[in-house]
Protein backbone atom coordinates (compact mmCIF):
# COMPACT_ATOMS: atom_id res chain seq x y z
CA UNK A 1 0.00 0.00 0.00
CA UNK A 2 1.07 3.29 -0.89
CA UNK A 3 0.27 6.50 1.62
CA UNK A 4 -0.09 9.63 0.91
CA UNK A 5 1.93 12.29 3.03
CA UNK A 6 -0.29 15.32 3.90
CA UNK A 7 0.92 18.23 5.96
CA UNK A 8 -0.48 20.02 9.10
CA UNK A 9 -0.90 23.74 8.72
CA UNK A 10 1.22 23.83 11.88
CA UNK A 11 3.88 21.76 10.09
CA UNK A 12 3.61 24.23 7.25
CA UNK A 13 4.17 27.12 9.24
CA UNK A 14 7.36 25.66 10.73
CA UNK A 15 8.76 25.46 7.40
CA UNK A 16 7.44 28.92 6.64
CA UNK A 17 9.66 29.96 9.69
CA UNK A 18 12.83 27.64 8.76
CA UNK A 19 13.02 28.82 5.58
CA UNK A 20 12.73 32.43 6.44
CA UNK A 21 15.76 32.41 9.05
CA UNK A 22 17.71 30.74 6.90
CA UNK A 23 17.22 33.46 3.94
CA UNK A 24 17.74 35.76 6.37
CA UNK A 25 20.65 34.26 8.33
CA UNK A 26 22.43 33.38 5.22
CA UNK A 27 21.13 36.45 2.69
CA UNK A 28 20.76 33.85 0.54
CA UNK A 29 17.27 32.09 -0.91
CA UNK A 30 18.99 29.54 -2.46
CA UNK A 31 20.58 28.35 1.07
CA UNK A 32 17.15 28.10 2.18
CA UNK A 33 15.31 26.36 -0.44
CA UNK A 34 17.92 23.50 -0.17
CA UNK A 35 17.17 22.86 3.57
CA UNK A 36 13.69 23.13 2.83
CA UNK A 37 13.56 20.99 -0.22
CA UNK A 38 15.10 18.52 1.70
CA UNK A 39 12.80 18.57 4.84
CA UNK A 40 9.86 18.72 2.43
CA UNK A 41 11.58 15.33 0.34
CA UNK A 42 12.55 13.27 3.08
CA UNK A 43 8.65 12.05 3.91
CA UNK A 44 8.81 10.91 0.37
CA UNK A 45 10.33 7.35 2.21
CA UNK A 46 7.23 6.60 4.08
CA UNK A 47 5.37 6.26 1.55
CA UNK A 48 6.05 2.49 1.26
CA UNK A 49 7.29 2.12 4.59
CA UNK A 50 5.93 4.30 7.27
CA UNK A 51 6.93 2.76 10.47
CA UNK A 52 10.67 3.25 9.64
CA UNK A 53 10.76 6.02 11.99
CA UNK A 54 11.21 5.84 15.57
CA UNK A 55 8.33 6.53 17.91
CA UNK A 56 8.30 9.95 19.75
CA UNK A 57 8.44 9.18 23.36
CA UNK A 58 8.21 12.73 24.24
CA UNK A 59 4.48 12.45 22.49
CA UNK A 60 3.46 9.42 23.65
CA UNK A 61 1.02 11.16 26.43
CA UNK A 62 -1.15 11.84 23.46
CA UNK A 63 -3.89 9.50 22.08
CA UNK A 64 -2.45 9.77 18.78
CA UNK A 65 1.49 7.34 18.17
CA UNK A 66 3.67 9.74 16.77
CA UNK A 67 7.11 8.66 15.01
CA UNK A 68 9.94 10.63 13.70
CA UNK A 69 12.53 10.70 11.48
CA UNK A 70 15.32 13.33 10.91
CA UNK A 71 16.40 15.49 8.02
CA UNK A 72 19.77 17.40 9.19
CA UNK A 73 19.04 19.31 12.01
CA UNK A 74 15.14 18.29 12.13
CA UNK A 75 12.96 15.65 13.32
CA UNK A 76 9.80 15.11 11.05
CA UNK A 77 7.11 14.33 13.33
CA UNK A 78 4.19 12.24 12.01
CA UNK A 79 1.43 10.15 12.94
CA UNK A 80 -0.02 6.90 10.32
CA UNK A 81 -3.50 6.66 9.49
CA UNK A 82 -3.41 3.22 8.27
CA UNK A 83 -7.75 2.99 7.69
CA UNK A 84 -7.49 5.80 5.16
CA UNK A 85 -4.17 5.57 3.58
CA UNK A 86 -1.85 8.32 4.93
CA UNK A 87 0.73 9.83 7.03
CA UNK A 88 0.15 13.53 8.47
CA UNK A 89 3.48 15.43 9.13
CA UNK A 90 2.26 17.33 12.86
CA UNK A 91 5.50 19.11 13.17
CA UNK A 92 9.27 20.26 12.06
CA UNK A 93 11.17 20.32 15.16
CA UNK A 94 14.85 21.83 15.20
CA UNK A 95 16.47 19.32 17.54
CA UNK A 96 19.06 21.75 18.57
CA UNK A 97 16.30 23.06 21.12
CA UNK A 98 15.57 21.53 24.35
CA UNK A 99 13.47 18.50 23.52
CA UNK A 100 10.70 19.06 26.16
CA UNK A 101 10.10 21.78 23.65
CA UNK A 102 8.17 19.29 21.44
CA UNK A 103 5.28 19.51 23.95
CA UNK A 104 4.27 23.14 22.49
CA UNK A 105 0.83 24.09 21.74
CA UNK A 106 0.00 22.89 18.29
Avoid at 57 to 72: D, G, K, P, R, T
Amino acid sequence: MKYEVIWSAFSEQQIDDIFNYYEQTSKSYQIALKIITNILLAPDKLRHYPRIGQKEFLLEHHHIEYYYIVESNYKIVYSIDDENGYIKIADVFDTRQNPEKINRKK
